[in-house]
């Protein structure tokens, strides 16, 4: 009996079937971005909760504060010192309550979904990242308009607003990137609320808000100084002011264009660095 052997040949090992490829770029931004849009500001109230309390400084208490010093401060309405310092606490609170979202994601099971789609895991964040910046910077044109119509003294002119607009976009930047860092991080919601103040608020009593961070002793000014925020805050006040005293404070030199720059690229390298860290921080906690 003759036995017939057949030789079969496999051009290739047999794999198991990949997962889908995994896509980024703007069009997956857009798609989160309308997302979270759609889950975090499709109610008033979620738009106007936290620009109640800095409109509440800007609009009540800094006009009283301004009538009991009766003076400008360092050649700034002491009004408008203290309006726009409040800009230092509405960007944080806001990018605070925009990444309690990305904490329901995680803990509710929306976050699974997303991991499953066709997209990098640093397009969820982007995504997050620019609503995030927009429904901030929509409440600060809310509160610079408020600002003026109770009086605000504003020296408007086309270089002081692009340093201004570069400011407050680099500091939400930065600052939604600790939101989303402890949005990854922390357990609950609970002690992601309890986080608010020491990442949201203490930083800005420190940061000259109320007065020169000259005021201060030695060893808090320094603090203060080492505080993106405090930078932030005379970078404000030199693009909607003119005025340079804030810079001066922290850098000690004489030419206004040279301090502004070292001061925004402190806040730029904030932005850059807490942003870097929270999408590392995502991609690692997501496949857990």
């Not at 201060?216 to 002011?241: D, F, N």
Request: charged share 10%; proline share 5%.
């Amino acid at each position: 009996m003759t036995t017939v052997t057949h030789t079969v040949r496999f051009d290739k090992a047999p794999t198991a079937t990949s997962a889908r490829a995994r896509t980024g770029g703007v069009s997956a931004v857009v798609t989160l971005a309308r997302r979270r849009l759609a889950l975090s500001a499709h109610t008033p109230g979620e738009l106007l909760i936290p620009l109640l309390a800095p409109l509440l400084f800007a609009v009540v208490v800094a006009p009283a504060l301004a009538e009991t010093v009766g003076s400008p401060l360092r050649g700034i309405d002491y009004m408008t010192f203290i309006a726009v310092a409040t800009i230092g606490l509405l960007v944080p609170l806001s990018c605070i309550q925009a990444g309690l979202g990305a904490v329901v994601d995680r803990l509710e099971g929306g976050l699974r979904d997303l991991l499953a789609a066709p997209m990098s895991r640093s397009s969820i964040v982007a995504g997050n990242l620019v609503v995030a910046v927009t429904l901030s910077g929509l409440q600060v044109v809310v509160l610079l308009g408020a600002v003026a119509l109770r009086g605000g003294e504003f020296n408007l002119e086309i270089t002081g607003m692009v340093w201004f607009a570069a400011t407050v976009l680099m500091f939400a930047v930065g600052m939604y990137g600790i939101a989303e860092l402890l949005a990854n991080r922390l357990p609950s919601q609970e002690e992601y609320i309890a986080a608010l103040p020491p990442v949201a608020i203490v930083p800005f009593f420190f940061a000259g808000s109320f007065f020169p961070i000259t005021a201060l002793p030695a060893g808090l000014a320094a603090i203060g100084k080492a505080l993106p925020i405090t930078h932030v805050l005379a970078l404000m006040r030199y693009g909607l002011e003119r005025n340079s005293a804030g810079l001066h404070d922290i850098w000690g030199m004489t030419n206004a264009t040279t301090m502004a720059a070292l001061s925004f690229a402190v806040v730029a390298l904030f932005a850059v660095l807490t942003t870097a860290v929270a999408i590392r921080v995502f991609k690692l906690t997501a496949v857990k």
